[in-house]
């Protein structure tokens, strides 16, 4: 399997600041058909998880475009260029190229 | 706009078996563009992939789970379903329905398994 390692395990980040969190895979998650299958998955207090962002960089609908993904290969990033309360929750990354299917622990985001 | 919802008992005693269903609607299961899935997420922990149903009726599910799950789908009343056997402690998660990539979840229903 696949193992989707992320850092860190929490942040606690002053309204209008930046987060970053960061997501590891054990395999490049780099299909030959170019694509790279890594997604980013935000978990609301007593919510399910939503999707955020899909191949690394796009953003889903509604999304705000103040999230933003990054990466290649195995290290990927998610940033939040000025994180709001309504940001809180956690964070999941997920690869999607190999079955089964795995997330990362999680990233537990706060605010001060 | 595609909605998904889970259904089922709360409540399962060990060694039994687990029968959730997920009923889609505004959208089809038969549709060839998407997979529905089912995952769970124990208490307190991260999300874990249970397997996949395709409209075409194939299958697929996570090793760790395989020789107890079957995921099967009903196009006539737009629904697929997960049975679960051999239940023990360590399956009591709350259990989630999605569709494709996971762009739609359902809410999620929490199963505790106890005698």
């Known amino acids: 399997d696949i193992v989707m390692t992320q850092t860190p395990l929490s942040l606690s980040v002053t309204p209008g600041q930046p987060a970053s969190i960061s997501c590891k895979s054990s395999q490049s998650l780099l299909h030959s058909d170019g694509k790279t299958y890594l997604y980013w998955y935000l978990q609301k207090p007593g919510q399910s998880p939503q999707l955020l962002m899909y191949e690394v960089s796009s953003r889903f609908s509604g999304v705000p475009d103040r999230f933003s993904g990054s990466g290649s290969g195995t290290d990927f990033t998610l940033k939040i260029s000025r994180v709001e309360a309504e940001d809180v929750g956690v964070y999941y990354c997920m690869q999607g190229i190999h079955l089964p299917i795995t997330f990362g622990g999680g990233t537990k985001v706060e605010i001060k | 706009q595609v909605q998904l919802q889970e259904s089922g008992p709360g409540l399962v005693k060990p060694s039994q078996t687990l029968s959730l269903t997920c009923t889609v609607s505004?959208?089809?299961?038969?549709?060839?563009?998407?997979?529905w899935s089912w995952l769970r997420q124990h208490p307190g922990k991260g999300l874990e992939w249970i397997g996949y149903f395709y409209y075409s009726g194939s299958t697929n599910y996570n090793p760790s789970l395989k020789s107890r799950v079957t995921i099967s789908g009903d196009t006539s009343t737009n629904q697929f379903s997960l049975k679960l056997t051999s239940l023990i402690a360590a399956d009591t998660a709350v259990y989630y329905c999605?569709?494709?990539?996971?762009?739609?979840w359902g809410q999620g229903t929490m199963v505790t398994v106890s005698s």
């Open positions: 999605a569709r494709g990539v996971f762009d739609v």
């Open positions: 505004g959208g089809s299961i038969s549709s060839a563009d998407y997979y």
